[in-house]
Structures are given as structure tokens and as C-alpha cells.
């Protein structure tokens, strides 16, 4: 079965300074790879998407990458502030027209003052 | 500018009892989907559907629970007969037809049904 796993449960960061979040996959790579962002009670909120054939994305203070050697995307926030602070899920689609996502668990990011 | 609504947002159930969840994808949107989250645990696939079709209900267990997506209102997950194991968010999402859209198929998310079963 196709699993994705977000290493850390919880990571703390300064204020100010870059966040990194790790996803890994296994078996064959996704199609694509999206990060979303989930405050407690509330729905995942779309952030990013990158494709297989994609290395890098950006959007503000956000970049995503997708390295297919390692199996594994990377999720950075630049210049981290407060209201940063949520969990961040990751997920894989098996390919375009079918959404059926397997997520991963999450990482709880906390920015610190 | 509505997104996708989901109603209702907490549901208190007895065990035995039914439960009925209902959500209105976005304006344009003709692909739901829903999905499951326990507690301390990852969002879970139930079912794919389009207008008066299941898609994909690969996720979705084989008793108990049912989903429909009428050509008119709202798609609906149904839990006959809740046991505590039930008690879960359930996120609904929708999208549009494939090849729309700026990101091609991004899906949107609900706020989510919060059921609780005592």
C-alpha cells in the first residue's frame, strides 16, 4: 500500500526563523504532492501543490520541494511567525481526475515568540 | 463566495441511533468527496462521488455506512446504527469537473461534522 509518513509529531520553532517539514512516501512516487494546513477544529486549508516532475515551488514565504530519489517533499516557511503555528498535513494522489488522497498524520508546528 | 458547507458542524448520537451528514460542495464544484478523521489520527479516504454516481467507495467500510451525492442538494453520508467507534470528524471536500480550475484539481475542504456518539 502506498503510505505517507510525516516524521516529526511536533516541532517547535523561533519566531523569525525557517520552519522545515518533512514528508516521506513509499513504493512508487505520486503524482503529485499537496500541503495542507489544519487549525484545530476547523478543515484542512489548501497551501501547495507540486507535481512529480516538479523539484521546487514557491508561494510567499512557503517553497515545497519533491525529490523523487529520496522519496520525500520538504516543506519550508520562511521568516516563521506565531500565527504560523497549526498542523501541517501532507499528501499524495495516485494521478489527476481522481482525488483520492492518503494523507499523512501531520506535524504540529508551534512558533515561538 | 461560499465554500464548501457542511452541516451539522457537532452531532451528539446514541449508540443505535442514526446519523446523517450533509454537505454542499462549492458553486461550480460537481466532485465530492469525503473523508474520516479519528482522533490523534490522519485524515482517512471514504468515497468519491459525482452527480448520482459512487465513484470510489473504496474507503468506506462495508456495513453501516452509506453516501449519496442526488442530482439535486446536498451529498449525504449516512451511519445507521453508531457505535462509539464512530466518533470522528468527517470532512467532505469537492472540486471541480477535471481540467478546471487554477491548480488543475485541487480540492477544497469543509469545516467538518464533529459526531459524537455516547
Known amino acids: ?113 | 463566495n461560499a465554500g464548501v458547507m457542511q452541516n451539522p458542524r457537532h452531532l451528539v448520537r446514541r449508540r443505535g441511533q442514526e446519523a446523517r451528514l450533509r454537505c454542499s460542495p462549492m458553486k461550480g464544484h460537481s466532485h465530492v468527496y469525503w473523508y474520516r478523521q479519528l482522533p490523534e489520527e490522519g485524515l482517512k479516504f471514504m468515497v468519491y462521488l459525482q452527480k448520482e454516481n459512487i465513484i470510489d467507495e473504496s474507503g468506506m467500510p462495508k456495513e453501516r455506512f452509506s453516501a449519496e451525492f442526488p442530482k439535486e442538494g446536498p451529498s449525504i453520508l449516512r451511519i445507521q446504527q453508531v457505535v462509539r467507534g464512530d466518533s470522528a470528524a468527517y470532512f467532505c471536500a469537492s472540486s471541480p469537473p477535471s481540467g478546471a480550475g487554477s491548480f488543475g484539481h485541487t480540492i477544497y475542504f469543509g469545516e467538518g461534522s464533529w459526531l459524537t456518539v455516547v
Open chain 1, 1 to 113: 500500500s502506498q503510505k505517507i509518513e510525516q516524521n516529526s509529531e511536533a516541532l517547535n520553532i523561533q519566531e523569525g526563523k525557517t520552519a522545515t517539514l518533512t514528508c516521506n512516501y513509499t513504493n512508487y512516487s505520486p503524482a503529485y504532492l499537496q500541503w495542507y494546513r489544519q487549525d484545530p477544529g476547523r478543515g484542512p486549508v489548501f497551501l501547495l501543490l507540486i507535481r512529480e516532475n516538479e523539484k521546487e515551488k514557491r508561494k510567499e514565504r512557503l517553497k515545497v520541494t519533491f525529490d523523487t530519489t529520496l522519496k520525500q517533499s520538504l516543506f519550508h516557511i520562511t521568516a516563521s511567525q506565531p500565527a504560523d503555528s497549526a498542523t501541517y498535513l501532507c499528501a499524495r494522489g495516485l494521478n489527476f481526475g481522481n482525488e483520492k488522497l492518503t494523507f499523512g498524520t501531520g506535524t504540529r508546528l508551534t512558533i515561538i515568540p
